[in-house]
C-alpha cells in the first residue's frame, strides 16, 4: 500500500459527512477544527480574565463582587464569540442567531430543560447581582458564603467548610435570605427567662450591659430590653442587638449569652427552670364482692 492510497483513505475519513447542520455537511476534520478554535478562544480567555482580574480591576479599587461579575461577563461574551467564529470557519451561516436558538430548542425537546434555565438563571444571578460572591445566604436548610457563580450551579461553602453545589435555577425560582445584600446590619434577638422574684430593673441593667460591653455590636440602633411575657414560672425576657457583620452573627451570640449569665450570677438573678405542679390523688377504695365465685 502506497503512500497516496493511506492519504486518501485519512482523507475519506476526515471528510466524510457525519451530520448537517443549516445545510452544512459536519465532518471530523471541520469538528476538529471547531474544537480547536474554541480552545484557543477558551485559553485566551483566561488570559484575559487573569490579567484584568490582577492588573486593572485592583487599580480601580472595585469591590470584588463586581470584579467577579465583570470578569465572568466578559468571560461569556469571549467565549460567545469564539463560538460564532468557529461556526463561520467550518461553514455554518448564523446569521441572525438562528441556529443558536434552534439548538436551544431542540436541547429543551431532549430534555436540556433543566441546563438551559440554569445558563440563563446563571446570567441572571451575575446581571442584577442580588447574590454576589462573598455573601451570606441561606437556602432552604443550607447557610454558608457564595465561593462561586457559574454558568450552571453556584458553589456554596457552608458553616461546616462543605461545598455545596447549588443549581442557579434554584435560586430564581426558591425563597433566597442574603444576610448581606444591601444593608449588612442584622438584629439578633436573645430570648431568656427570669425568676418572678427578680429584680427587674436589674435585670434590664443586666441584659444592656452584657450588649453594650461587646466590642461588635453597634451602638447604633441602640441595644434594647424587653419585657416580652409573662410565662408559666418566669419572666420571659428579649435582647435585641444589631451587629455589622452578618457572618459572626452566632459568635457573638455566644458571647453575649455567656456575658448574660456572668451578669446574673454577679446580681443574684435566677433563671428558673419549668416548674410544674403535681397533685397526688387518694386511690377510692373498690368494692369487696361478697357473693362467691
Known sequence: MDFSTIWNALDQFFTYPLFTVNQTPITLSSLMFFMIIVSVFWITNALI????HDRILKRFKIPLATQYT?????????LFIGVIIAFQ???VDLSGLAVIFGFLSVGIGFGLQNLTSNF?????LLLEQHIQVGDRITVGDTEGDVTEINIRSTTIRSLNNIAIVVPNSEFISNTVINWSHGDPKTRLEIDVGVSY??????VMDSLLTAAKEHPLILPHPAPKA???SFGDSAWNMRLLVWVGDPQGRRQIQSDINCAIVKNFRK???EIPFPQRDLHVRTPLPLPISTTGT
Open 49 to 52: 480574565r487573569r490579567f484584568l
Open 70 to 78: 465583570l470578569t465572568r461577563i466578559i468571560q461569556y461574551f469571549l
Open 89 to 91: 470557519v467550518i461553514g
Open 120 to 124: 440563563i438563571a446563571g446570567l441572571m
Open 197 to 202: 422574684n427578680s429584680d427587674l430593673d436589674q
Open 226 to 228: 424587653w419585657l416580652l
Open 267 to 269: 446580681h443574684g438573678i
